[in-house]
């Protein structure tokens, strides 16, 4: 089955800095890549996704790249603030008609000011 | 709107209770979903209902039991819990279209589950 693994676990950025979080997945069937935020005692917050027949995506200050051929995608967050601090998780599609979405194990983001 | 709601946000239960989490969407979403997230994981998914039907089953135990009532609830029937069972319990749910894969899952807030 799909698995998909995190880098880092850990990030520490000052404020202002650029952040970047990568995955690598194993499935080649899966077709839609996620990253939800999660803040302490929240649900998971989507805020950036990507399907597999585009290369990148931009929202204001985040943006989502997906290599297909290597298997990976990468979270990029531009002009870090402290309110980006929270954990992230990637996640890909599987199962039947990739209704099913498997996680990375998270990163751990903290920008301090 | 993308709001998910999930009822209680916080449960006590022993080990010979019967309780059930609730969770309500009106985005007229087909596809829901239960995740369970332990302390410092990523959510694992239980159960996707697709048009009100069980469509996938993680190979959960039986002492948890999904019901899809509607196309806007989507219930979790707990009985005879253990402690290991103790975690924060996500609903999500996604537009399904009767053709294709289904992608955006909004999350709820979440229900955190403690069993004693």
């Known amino acids: 089955g799909e698995n998909v693994e995190q880098h880092p676990s850990t990030l520490s950025v000052q404020e202002g800095d650029s952040a970047v979080i990568k995955c690598t997945y194993s499935d080649s069937a899966s077709n839609y890549f996620p990253w939800y935020k999660q803040e302490l005692g929240k649900g998971p917050q989507l805020i950036i996704d990507?399907?597999?027949?585009?290369g990148e995506k931009k929202d204001q200050r985040i943006a989502v790249t997906l290599n297909k051929t290597a298997k990976h995608f990468s979270l990029h967050i531009t002009e870090t603030q402290p309110e980006d601090s929270a954990v992230y998780f990637c996640?890909?599609?599987?199962?039947?008609?990739?209704?099913?979405?498997?996680f990375g194990k998270g990163t751990t983001l903290s920008v301090s000011s | 709107d993308t709001e998910v709601t999930q009822t209680p946000k916080h449960l006590v239960m022993g080990m010979t209770n019967k309780k059930s989490l609730k969770c309500e969407q009106h985005?007229?979403?087909?596809?829901m979903y239960w995740y369970k997230q332990k302390a410092k994981k990523p959510p694992e998914l239980m159960f996707v209902?697709?048009?009100?039907?069980?469509?996938i089953n993680e190979s959960v135990p039986s002492r948890f039991s999904p019901e899809c009532p509607n196309s806007s609830l989507l219930n979790l029937h707990l009985h005879a819990l253990q402690p290991e069972d103790s975690a924060l319990y996500l609903c999500?749910?996604?537009?399904?279209?009767?053709?294709?894969?289904?992608?955006?899952?909004?999350f709820g807030p979440g229900t955190r589950l403690t069993v004693t």
């Open positions: 990507i399907r597999s027949n585009v």
């Open positions: 209902y697709s048009y009100e039907k069980l469509s």
């Open positions: 985005m007229g979403h087909r596809a």
């Open positions: 996640a890909a599609s599987t199962g039947q008609a990739g209704t099913a979405l498997i």
């Open positions: 999500a749910s996604s537009f399904r279209p009767i053709q294709g894969p289904s992608y955006e899952q909004y």
